[in-house]
């Protein structure tokens, strides 16, 4: 290394402290936002540009002939409608269920909220397996609806976890004041928790709306194929399971496997690409005091 | 959880305690107890209920003849899961592989977002942030199908390598040593910025008159990190600790699966594939479920002794 | 604020709304048999769609007198899907179940009442069915107590080996003047030579698959199938333990340790991957299923390189002249008629024996005369327009394969491999007479030395208890064992897995299996 030495202030403003900071930083989104450039470059780049050059670090040349092959097909339109409405609804519901969850359970002085909440500590460990589970849901009269789409994985033990915490710490004197008003436990959640609590609902939205959106196995085993999400079909073709010819895709055999799968991965990536930026300022100042401990 | 509000809680509940039955007090609270009421419930149909298929652990389980149909065979199960080879293999690189997560994961996660509080300027913490935010958005089956196009025999790292450096290829994905490498810097690729974000949001409440004081005593930015941003945020690293405790036999199935095949199995088979392969690809639920059952136990015995251990010392536990 | 909207809470609202009052499950019809198969989502809703107005299915439904409601189930997880469905006492009239060799599933199916056995009433409702056991005596093997208990999904009366051949490019073979590889020097010669004149990659196979279908190349040398059971001195053995597997699985080593094979193989999951490189045109030869596939692997491998030929080649030796790739019986699934309260086992049979005559196999591959196909001066001329609206694959497709209701017993495209006609007309259409001849040598060549395996569909308890762990240790150890450095540390490990495979149970399996094969096929 030449001794070049690193004055305070000296280059671009910043110490080099700050600088080394930054690099770090750099290297760190580089990985981070690389593998998905890469993966949305194959997608969109030429097959016959992919073959013809070993190494690609960026697309070569540009098509949206996967993602027209994809798409052409009416099947996946339909499924695509499902997954779509499965995650507004679905997360829809769990947030709201959640949250309502979440604010009784913490509210100091109810007796058995502790004792209800541990009940979420257990299933974060353990489950009963498959077929007990759809059992179970077949039981509730859901198999083969809609609803076991959303139902069933309406309330994840580890985010109840998160919004509780969170409300723990929200300030029990507004409540009370509320309470001399003569505000009902409703009135108080409807007219001073809620509006509030953007964060949260904001932070518990992008977790359960992921979960949604990428759930492939139970819904693949709770409902038949007419209700199958963009998700079972698209995860099963990366992970091999079904063959491209298979989907109806037409002219399959020109299509190549990895710009296809590519251009298959990038469908369940860009959704999640364009949503989350909507959420993610509320994201960390949802978790940042759910994080707490309650 | 500050000590005024401690204070408050307790002194609600004693309040609460001589004037009211137990009834009473529902009744008092029934809006509070009626909201909880579809979370609970849900929790109880769709977890607690299917727990009755735990007994399977200790059947010839035939789904035709059902729970109260099928064989009982004692602890067979488990006798057949513990003299079965693969079983410990896979016990121990459930553990190694898990344990390795930790190590790597959550201290990444913690320097992350000291790296990332020390930025000041917004869009510059707000772009790195979502970057580092977004393997944790995606499903593993899609994170999968990117590694593989970077990191495969013919992928985008080998091929730098064998064209520009003229190396060999390195098998990432199919030599059992790398590969359990792959698995681990996989998992702090996907969730390191997710908790970097939990670290983070507990950094914003730390007083900002502790950095003052601080910087009246002369503190160096290192030396505010070590005394007072790091303070402020082990609550969040204990909760997060004690929760992945519980997680050290389950090394993460979706992602092994996703990505692991026979020539790793040395060192990337776990419980969760183990289970898979030899137990319900076979139809062998009885086997299956004993493994689950075996590994639940663990889980929940370490999350018990850290959490009352965390009472005992002081910091809090999980509820 | 985004979340607090007016918007928003009209969406939780209606959420709320739609859960109170969704959620009702459809009543059944009593009067319909439901047939359950495993296969893609992509046919299965389509199926759905067009059921109700399907020519086709109606015709199935005059000439059977029922109501069909076809329901396709994603492969994945169908296993887990059928037996749950058992567990709630809900199965559908036919399934088919896609584990062939899994006899200890259809025992336990049997022994617990799912399925019925095809005798008395049944039996006379089951006239064709039956008469395919005549035709294939491998089938009794999968009896249970003496009952037949599905009807296996055959085509021809022969055998025919499948699972993994060498495939290679004949393309490559002309430039460089070789002739087609007949021993495994000729053919790693093939792939020394490939490798440096085109700058492909050697050979390519789904070696991080947990199978051993790769085993089936090499075993045919040593005149070993590599699944099933071999006649020795003692009775009947497992081919598995044999020295000539050891020899086999050497030659391999050796291949592999020259570079002969593409690294890239071991972290290829599935079939599929593997043959996706070979018709990319990336590797000079591949191990991969044969039969009509055949035809789907040229016509990608022709799309992406032009003037790619590929090559079926016949089972390979070393030089003295024993070769053969492991016989298998023509067929791939098995169908079952279940037996359950809600069952409708007489409506199912009517079905399931109409399903299984010449005339259907015609109509799923060509459908019905003068709505879906015309003659034309003695000539098939396919109706496309029709077909595609009753659901049919397209004839663009390489091998347009059968109609999707013949998956309703088999795997779709299988049914159209049973009425020669059909056959010819699926195998040729839009080929030209040199392309079908091209096939016709694949076919050939792939039966053309075969090796015998004796209870490949046999199972015993012991089988059934140890099986599992018994393959696990197959799989592992043959890798270990084609991975090794040196030959001397390879024959070593094979000792050592011999060992362990013995005493995992292997031994006591290979004793109930050779009693009950003496007692089958005798001394």
């Known amino acids: 290394m030449t001794n070049i030495t690193l004055k305070p202030h000296a280059i671009f403003g910043l110490t080099s402290g700050q600088l080394l900071i930054r690099l770090a930083l750099l290297v760190i989104f580089a990985l981070c936002a690389y593998p998905f450039f890469y993966i949305l470059s194959l997608a969109v780049m030429p097959y016959e540009n992919f073959i013809s050059s070993p190494v690609h670090f960026g697309p070569n040349g540009f098509t949206l002939e996967y993602f027209q092959q994809i798409f052409g097909s009416a099947n996946l339109q339909r499924a695509f409608t499902i997954s779509v409405f499965k995650t507004i609804m679905g997360t829809g519901l769990s947030v709201v269920t959640t949250v309502m969850a979440g604010w009784a359970l913490s509210r100091p002085g109810l007796k058995y909220g502790r004792l209800l909440s541990a009940l979420f500590i257990v299933p974060l460990y353990v489950g009963g397996g498959l077929i007990p589970y759809f059992l179970v849901i077949r039981a509730t009269g859901m198999l083969n609806t809609f609803w076991a789409l959303i139902i069933p994985s309406m309330v994840w033990p580890f985010n109840f976890l998160i919004a509780r915490a969170y409300f723990a710490n929200f300030p029990q004197e507004i409540v009370e004041a509320a309470k001399v008003d003569g505000a009902s436990n409703l009135m108080i959640f409807k007219d001073i928790v809620w509006p509030t609590s953007t964060p949260i609902i904001a932070t518990l939205a992008v977790l359960y709306g992921v979960g949604h959106w990428n759930d492939y196995f139970w819904p693949s085993f709770l409902v038949q194929p007419d209700l199958y999400p963009i998700t079972v079909v698209l995860q099963n073709l990366i992970s091999g399971n079904v063959m491209a010819s298979r989907l109806g895709v037409s002219g399959f055999q020109s299509v190549s496997p990895q710009s296809f799968i590519a251009a298959v991965a990038a469908v369940l990536i860009i959704p999640v690409l364009v949503a989350y930026p909507l959420f993610q300022r509320y994201v960390v100042k949802g978790i940042l005091v759910g994080s707490l401990k309650g | ?319 | 604020m985004l979340l607090n909207s007016r918007i928003t809470r009209v969406v939780i609202a209606l959420t709320f709304a739609l859960v109170a009052f969704g959620g009702m499950a459809l009543a059944q019809d009593t009067d319909t048999v439901v047939i359950w198969t495993p296969g893609d989502a992509k046919f299965a809703t389509e199926d759905l769609q067009v059921a109700e107005a399907n020519r086709l299915l109606q015709m199935i439904e005059e000439s059977t007198n029922t109501q069909i409601e076809i329901v396709q189930i994603s492969w994945d997880g169908y296993g887990d899907r059928l037996r749950a469905a058992a567990a709630s006492g809900e199965l559908p009239d036919i399934f088919s179940y896609y584990q062939h060799n899994d006899k200890n599933l259809i025992t336990q199916f049997a022994e617990d009442g799912l399925i019925l056995p095809f005798n008395g009433d049944l039996a006379s409702l089951l006239p064709t069915v039956l008469t395919e056991y005549e035709g294939t005596p491998f089938t009794s093997e999968l009896n249970v107590d003496g009952n037949i208990y599905m009807r296996p999904s055959t085509w021809g009366g022969g055998t025919q080996p499948n699972l993994s051949l060498v495939h290679v490019r004949q393309d490559v073979l002309d430039t460089l003047g070789l002739a087609q590889p007949e021993t495994f020097e000729d053919f790693a010669n093939y792939l020394t030579q490939c490798q440096e004149a085109t700058g492909m990659n050697g050979l390519v196979f789904p070696g991080g698959e947990a199978s051993i279908f790769y085993v089936n190349v090499f075993a045919g040398a040593f005149g070993l199938p590599f699944q099933g059971w071999v006649r020795t001195d003692n009775g009947f053995e497992s081919p598995l333990i044999q020295a000539g597997m050891r020899d086999g699985l050497l030659i391999l080593r050796q291949m592999i340790a020259d570079g002969l094979v593409d690294p890239v193989t071991w972290e290829l999951t599935n079939g599929n991957e593997a043959k996706e490189r070979f018709i990319a045109g990336s590797n000079c030869a591949m191990l991969f299923n044969g039969g009509p596939i055949d035809l789907e692997i040229q016509a990608a491998l022709e799309t992406n390189v032009p003037d790619a030929v590929q090559l079926t080649l016949p089972a390979l030796t070393t030089g003295d002249g024993v070769r053969g790739y492991t016989m298998e019986p023509q067929w791939a699934t098995a169908t079952f008629i279940a037996g359950l309260p809600n069952n409708h086992p007489e409506a199912a049979a009517r079905v399931l024996d109409y399903l299984t005559t010449a005339e259907f196999a015609r109509l799923s591959v060509l459908g019905i005369e003068g709505v879906h196909y015309d003659m034309v001066d003695g000539q098939v001329q396919l109706n496309e327009e029709a077909r595609l609206q009753d659901g049919f694959r397209p004839t663009s497709d390489t091998v347009f394969g059968a109609h999707p209701l013949a998956g309703g017993v088999m795997v779709d495209w299988l049914n159209a491999w049973r009425d020669a006609e059909a056959y010819e007309v699926y195998i040729g259409w839009g080929k030209s007479s040199e392309a079908v001849e091209r096939y016709n040598t694949w076919q050939e060549n792939a039966g053309m030395y075969q090796i015998e395996a004796f209870g490949m569909f046999s199972s015993t308890p012991a089988l059934a208890e140890y099986q599992p762990t018994l393959n696990e240790i197959v799989i592992r150890d043959f890798l270990s064992i084609i991975r090794a450095d040196t030959a001397e540390e390879a024959t070593t490990l094979f000792d050592t897995f011999v060992q362990s495979w013995l005493s995992a149970g292997g031994q006591q399996v290979q004793d109930e299996m050779s009693a009950y094969l003496l007692e089958v096929y005798g001394n």
């Open chain 2, 1 to 319: 959880m500050n000590v005024a509000q401690e204070n408050f809680r307790q002194n609600q509940t004693t309040l609460d305690k001589p004037k009211c039955s137990a009834l009473d007090h529902v009744r008092q609270n029934s809006t509070l107890y009626l909201m909880a009421i579809p979370a609970v419930l849900s929790i109880i149909v769709f977890s607690y209920l299917p727990l009755f298929g735990l007994s399977i652990a200790f059947l010839d389980f035939s789904p035709f003849r059902g729970i109260l149909g099928s064989e009982w065979v004692g602890t067979a199960n488990f006798a057949d899961a513990f003299n079965n080879p693969f079983f410990w293999a896979a016990l121990r690189n459930s553990f190694i592989i898990s344990t390795l997560k930790l190590m790597i994961t959550f201290p990444s996660a913690v320097i992350l977002a000291l790296l990332l509080n020390e930025v000041r300027k917004r869009w510059l913490k707000v772009v790195i942030q979502t970057s580092t935010m977004l393997p944790f958005l995606v499903s593993w089956v899609v994170a999968g199908a990117m590694f593989r196009a970077i990191l495969g025999t013919d992928g985008l790292v080998n091929s730098v390598g064998t064209s520009l450096f003229n190396t060999d290829p390195i098998a990432f994905l199919s030599d059992p040593q790398p590969f359990r490498w792959v698995l681990i810097l996989q998992d702090t690729w996907k969730y390191a910025g997710y908790f970097a974000v939990l670290y983070l949001a507990a950094m914003a409440t730390i007083d900002p008159n502790l950095y003052e004081a601080a910087e009246v005593d002369g503190a160096s930015r290192w030396q505010q990190t070590v005394h007072v941003t790091l303070p402020g945020i082990s609550n969040t690293m204990i909760t997060i600790l004690l929760i992945s405790v519980g997680y050290l036999v389950a090394a993460g199935f979706e992602q092994v699966y996703v990505m692991y095949n026979v020539s790793v199995y040395e060192t990337a088979d776990i419980l969760e594939t183990f289970t898979l392969r030899l137990a319900l690809s076979q139809g062998n639920y009885g086997l299956a479920t004993a493994v689950g059952l075996v590994q639940g136990a663990i889980s929940l015995t370490l999350v018990l002794i850290v959490h009352f251990t965390a009472k005992r010392l002081g910091r809090g536990g999980l509820f």
